[in-house]
C-alpha cells in the first residue's frame, strides 16, 4: 500500500487538513503530521534554535511544535521511519499563486518533499467571504495525487495546486503568474509610545497572461504548476560569463579589471 504523508501550515485541527486526509485515504495509508499552530506565511523556515516536540493527536495523526518543513522532515525520521510515496500539503485557506509561493509555508511542505525525495503537492483554496467548502479542492487534489502516485513526477519537482470556490471547469497546467509587489507597512504606536508593525497584503495587481495560475483560476479552472527547487536563472548565465570574464580576482585584493 503506498504511504501518503499530509502537512499543511493551518495546523492539525484545520478542517481543510482532515478533508484532504479523507479524500487522499481511497489512495493508500495516509498519516498526517502538521503543526500544533497556525504557521501561515512562514516560508520554507527550519527550526534550529529550540527543541521540537511531537505530539499525537489522534490514530495516524500527529503535531510538532514547529513549521511545515519541520513536520516534514520530523514525519520522515520519526514517525513513518523512511520516505513516503507522496507528500501533500494543504488544504490551505486561500490561493498560493504567482510570486507568492516564496512566502507560503502550504508549498514549502511539499518544496521540502522535493528536495528530501518523495513527491510532493501543495494544495490552496480560494479564499472568500462565506464559509470555506473543501469539497472541490479535495476532489482535485485526489486527482492530481492519483496520477502523480501511478505516473509519478521528475526528481526534484512538485505541484502546486490552485482551487477556485465551487464547481470547476476542470484542470489547466500553468505557470506562475507575477505580480506587482507593493506591501504594506502599517506603523503604529502602542500605549508606551514604542513603535510597531502591522505588515499587510500587497497590492493585487497580475501581470496579465493567457497561461498563468492566476489566469486560470480566475476562469474557474483548477490549476496545477509544476514547480522546483532550483532558482538558477539559466537564461542570463551567458551574458554573467561574458561581463565578468573581463575581471580577475587576486589574492586578497579588490576584483581589477584584467
Given at each position: ?8 501550515d ?62 516534514v522532515n ?32 502550504t ?41 502523480v ?33 507593493i506591501?504594506?507597512?502599517d ?31 480566475r ?25 565578468l ?14
Amino acid at each position: 500500500m503506498k504511504r501518503i504523508l499530509v502537512t499543511n501550515d493551518d495546523g492539525v485541527h484545520s478542517v481543510g487538513i482532515k478533508v484532504l486526509a479523507d479524500a487522499l485515504r481511497s489512495l493508500g495509508e495516509v498519516t498526517v503530521v502538521a503543526p500544533l499552530a497556525e504557521a501561515s506565511a512562514i516560508g520554507h523556515a527550519l527550526t534550529l534554535r529550540r527543541p521540537l516536540r511531537l505530539e499525537t493527536i489522534s490514530a495516524g495523526v500527529y503535531a510538532v511544535d514547529g513549521t511545515p518543513t519541520d513536520c516534514v522532515n520530523i514525519a520522515i525520521s520519526s514517525v513513518l521511519r523512511g520516505m513516503p510515496d507522496l507528500v501533500v500539503s494543504g488544504i490551505n485557506k486561500g490561493w498560493n499563486l504567482g510570486d507568492d509561493v516564496t512566502y507560503s509555508g502550504t508549498v514549502s511542505g511539499a518544496f521540502e518533499a522535493a528536495l528530501l525525495g518523495p513527491p510532493g503537492i501543495a494544495v490552496s483554496l480560494q479564499r472568500t467571504g462565506e464559509e470555506f467548502d473543501f469539497s472541490e479542492a479535495a476532489r482535485g487534489a485526489q486527482v492530481v495525487a492519483q496520477s502523480v502516485l501511478e505516473k509519478g513526477l521528475p526528481s526534484r519537482t512538485f505541484l502546486n495546486v490552485n482551487v477556485p470556490q465551487g464547481a470547476t471547469k476542470g484542470i489547466k497546467v500553468t505557470v506562475q503568474a507575477r505580480r506587482n509587489h507593493i506591501t504594506k507597512v502599517d506603523e503604529r504606536i502602542d500605549p508606551r509610545g514604542q513603535r510597531y508593525f502591522w505588515i499587510e497584503e500587497g497590492q493585487n495587481e497580475w501581470e496579465p497572461h493567457d497561461r498563468s495560475d492566476f489566469q486560470a483560476v480566475r476562469d474557474g479552472y483548477i490549476s496545477v504548476t509544476p514547480l522546483q527547487p532550483d532558482l538558477t536563472a539559466y537564461n542570463i548565465i551567458p551574458a554573467l560569463e561574458e561581463f565578468l570574464l573581463d575581471y580577475s580576482a587576486l589574492p586578497g585584493a579588490p576584483y581589477r579589471k584584467r
